[in-house]
């Protein structure tokens, strides 16, 4: 039987390359289409070196595939994947086209009209944590944000719980592929090398995924959040400390053992889950870098009542790249690890 | 004239060099003597080539001067300038030994029995900002920790002018320089190069010179604070953000003109203030690399009611040896800014 | 029919660990055991979340396997492996313990009296692009040093084809992940960072391995190679510059068609190998990193004469882990690059 | 009476925020202009936070001013300064396009037909060392580049001295901010981050400097040189590695004794240079880092018959601005050291 072909809509930026890099060493799909404007005609091999096993030329046009990735940017992705999904294509969009439910939203955050509206029903949030079963029967799925991605599975399980107030701060850290391959004064070494910022602190683009995962976990209350990033002079990696209040009395004892049934309620809640895991103090973005992986560590401070949670992914592994290709094995049945096990690369 | 003499005690970790640097440009004191047990007898240009133009013999006692700095670890360093008081010898103590009001806290936050705890009520805590007067007619002045001058410049305005609910969050980001020198493992390159973590979740020796220092500025309330530091993949610089919830109809107006008298706020509690800047956009920290400056950066989140608190230093500056020879400059009666005007190193 | 079982000793350094996260991912022989004094008894997870996946609790002493791979320091490792020869298990040594042929280079070099120089003659060194058919005979592989892969792979096909004078020059940059794990200042971030050294100028343990397979390679000739290591703010990563005088008339054409029949040599060389690269470009180490592969790119400079040979590797990958995983599958009969296909991780 | 008024023709790249920061710290000149097209009309601080303490307000055109440094690229940079000239304003140009002798050069090099080939001849070639009398005397100097600033010191005492054989291969790391501040593919974060590459293997723009002033002090002799620079995940810092043959017989005595005879050649040569430090030991480029210092360090490597000389610098310091500044002091009799006594910032 042949395997399923899967194809990347422009390779040539850091989520389309590690999506190539993770699929050409995957045993049940077979990348065989690339895509990219500036480099078409150009061997992948010959723009990025450390991709040169795999036999492919970059295309200025899609070829015949089941699955597409999509790597443009917003507004962009949406036009190139509607005619694909009308040829019974299946589709996980990188971009943030088809992760917000409103369409106003996308007037609001991303100042554009949106083109299909009416699919924004139908595509589905690509969590598999939160979302396994309806990605399973999706032909279109929205790959969530990275700060989307390190927050929401970092609060999920207190949200759901009811244990904590809806007043909730997250204070974001990114390594700088997330601001992509694009030429930007802020993205230049010698800008970012030795520096810390805050950035969008009149809203990132991030926080409403945030908020429309978030409120659809709390019942009856519409929560607050406060949404920080920062930029971090590292290539890969995003971490996430979210703080909120711990409603008295919902968690029993004190100190440690209030520490304790804390963490088995995170325990519990991604029992099973392959890619998650629940570690036993702060996690390093370094420990899961390259991989799939996110670490979650919840943890109380008695003295200001404040649940904190950190958690940390690789910002192109789970938080793009990675959770790409879990959502595709779930969209095509094949088992939800495939080609996903690599431990991450430490040091 | 003769030049005020003055001295390094523990010459040889980063805050001992930082301030053996800016000390041998100071115009108006003259570095006489360094000590440090490991590297006793050698030139201080043998065991750090930058600073050759200094002609000085690293001491195992220090010599007779007018003013030391002690650079040595908490606990040891009280003991080291305790005896020197007594000469007569004015202190710049660099460790947490003279910070806490409280000798209790000592037991509780540093493991250790205060040694001369009589001198606590007498030690002047050395932000400049807020202890100026007592600083110049102490003896015994406490160098801040990085972290709380970091934290307490971004709150002061707000806290004392009474816009903010007593539940504040602090996340503050630090460079490496700040673990020392010393041998740690989480210290080496190879384990903190891209990487980012959380520590100290179970409360870091800082917090309480922060709530001490907080809570003399809010009138009635009992401020309580949630500190979580982490450590960033660079050699230094320090950046915190500080969240809590603005009290409705304390600022007039809704916006950009709740943001502007925010802003006003700040720059009015820091007019005349020749270190600390409050500045249009969110600070880098790169932009205070080198130098004793600290850019605040106040703003508001109208979705979340929060005041928002931006603000970054160097570590080894305005968090240490800067800040330092400030309080220096004060107790000896010199211009504030003598020795420490010159900018940032950028990039 | 089980797989082989292979072990680890001293798993908790750099290049063990990097042994495990390969082999955890390797289809054809399973991780059984892996030691460690100071972690005896933790689950290889509790010390290194990123493997977690490994369900293996720390030895102190190796569990039964066919085939063990030791990181122990040199001079412990020849001990520890020696009884384990006894026993019909192969090895292959990442220490230093039996790459060198000569007794008394033990003696010069690392400064002690060799424990079995009769294994010395028995002893393969590991470079498979050299000496493939020995590894597949052998019991006892020596796995080569980082700085001799990445320089002798640059110059091999240089010297073999008798094209260079023997006066050789190696001006070769490392990142820091090199130096191991063990606490020394010169390893700690805020040493590291930001700086460039060269280091050893007074004769660095790896060049008698270089001098040892470059002269073999040599007709007649003994090579004089001046070899100057310098460490890099990076990780991992390995770049060598080789530089030697083309002897006139060895390679026929002038400028372009000179350098495009030189690169032909190298091409012709290393026909077939999987892991060795020739480029097109001067190479990046980031293209390398992770990965078993060597990037080599040879050119000429018409002003100067001279050959100028950029290789590069990451010090983990080849330059250690990977050409352990890769001698082992030669040694077991495995398929050379099981284990080993995956590509770089960049960026 | 006034002091010399000082201004920067294109303050918003590197060199020109690294001339401003060390201007507006000069006790003896004042910066009074400052321009650069795109920020034109901008306060310089809210361009360059670090620089608010500059009261100036970036001009399309230069002010009134004394002597001007233009940071200008080349061949515009020339155009710029030769009306200024005429106007009797002294000029430091931080460009290329005074520094070579020949004309015919420019056209080999860079591409582009010198505007006034006839000023060649007139301008000096800036570095104090070797021609500290014609810069005192001179209009026009030619601000060297940071590669061969870096080389030719680490040269000049062997090749003055008659020591070496006149084949030599300089292999140079170099920081990233020597790339400057325009936007490059090769100069973002996470193309940098973590990767060595070496470029310009056809010829780097800087080798004509090195050849000229070598040549120059090699009597009789023509030098080979062959240069090789990389680049290195750092921002600032600069290291050379120069590798000669010793002429046998040269230098009296072997081992430590040549080491040592060796090292005094190269102690008288830079005796009484106030910014040159012949070190004992290999130098870190960390130790230079913010100043206008050049450590040196030469050794004799006794296997091979090697010279080597291993020099560092900071590249926006002595290798840029830095240097600059210094020129500036010759050029105006002031003392030489004014403004660039500040010690390296070390960590």
Same mark, same amino acid.
């Given at each position: ?12 930026? !850091? ?37 040169? &096993? ?9 070829? #015949?595939? =089941? ?25 996980? =969009? ?12 996308? /007037?609001?955050? !991303? &100042? ?5 509206? %009416? ?23 929205? &790959?969530?944000?990275? !700060? ?22 997250? =204070? ?20 970012? #090398? ?17 908020? /429309? ?21 590292? @290539? ?17 004892? @004190? ?8 963490? %088995?309620?995170?325990?519990?809640? !991604? ?8 570690? #036993? ?19 109380? =401070? ?11 992914? #690789? ?7 990675? /959770?790409?290709? %879990?959502?595709? &094995? ?6 939800? @690890? ?10």
């Amino acid at each position: 039987m042949s395997k399923t072909r899967v194809g990347i809509i422009n390779v040539t930026g !850091y989520v389309g390359i590690e999506l190539a890099r993770l699929l050409c060493q995957h045993p049940e799909v077979e990348l065989t289409s690339v895509t990219g404007r500036s480099a078409a005609g150009q061997k992948l091999g010959q723009v990025f070196p450390h991709l040169s &096993n795999i036999d492919l030329t970059i295309e200025a046009k899609l070829g #015949d595939v =089941d699955l597409a990735f999509s790597a443009m940017p917003h507004e962009e992705s949406a036009k190139e994947v509607i005619p694909l999904l009308g040829c019974g294509i299946k589709i996980v =969009d990188m971009s943030a086209d088809f992760r917000l439910k409103s369409a106003a939203d996308y /007037q609001t955050w !991303y &100042n554009f009209a949106h083109s299909a509206p %009416q699919l924004l029903a139908q595509a589905v949030y690509g969590i598999p944590e939160l979302h396994r079963k309806e990605i399973a029967e999706a032909n279109l799925v929205a &790959n969530p944000g990275c !700060y989307p991605t390190c927050s929401i599975l970092a609060l999920a399980p207190a949200v759901a719980s009811g244990i904590i107030e809806p007043d909730i701060v997250i =204070d974001a850290k990114s390594g700088v592929s997330g601001a992509g391959r694009s030429l930007k004064l802020g993205s230049l070494f010698s800008e970012v #090398d030795e520096d810390v910022t805050a950035y969008s602190l009149d809203g990132h683009r991030h926080l409403p995924e945030i908020v /429309q995962e978030i409120a659809a976990l709390f019942s009856g209350n519409t929560p607050r959040i406060t949404f920080v990033p920062h930029l971090i002079p590292m @290539t890969r990696g995003m971490l996430s400390a979210c703080y909120a209040t711990l409603i008295p009395g919902k968690i029993a004892g @004190t100190g440690k053992n209030l520490k304790e049934a804390l963490k %088995q309620i995170y325990r519990d809640y !991604y029992a099973g889950e392959p890619f998650v895991r629940v570690v #036993d103090s702060a996690p390093h973005t370094k420990h899961t870098q390259g991989s799939n992986f996110c670490h979650v560590y919840p943890t109380y =401070d008695p003295r200001s009542g404040k649940l904190i949670v950190i958690s940390c992914i #690789d910002n192109l592994g789970k938080g793009a790249a990675g /959770q790409g290709i %879990q959502n595709m &094995n779930i969209m095509l049945g094949i088992p939800e @690890t495939t080609g996903l096990r690599s431990p991450a690369m430490f040091p």
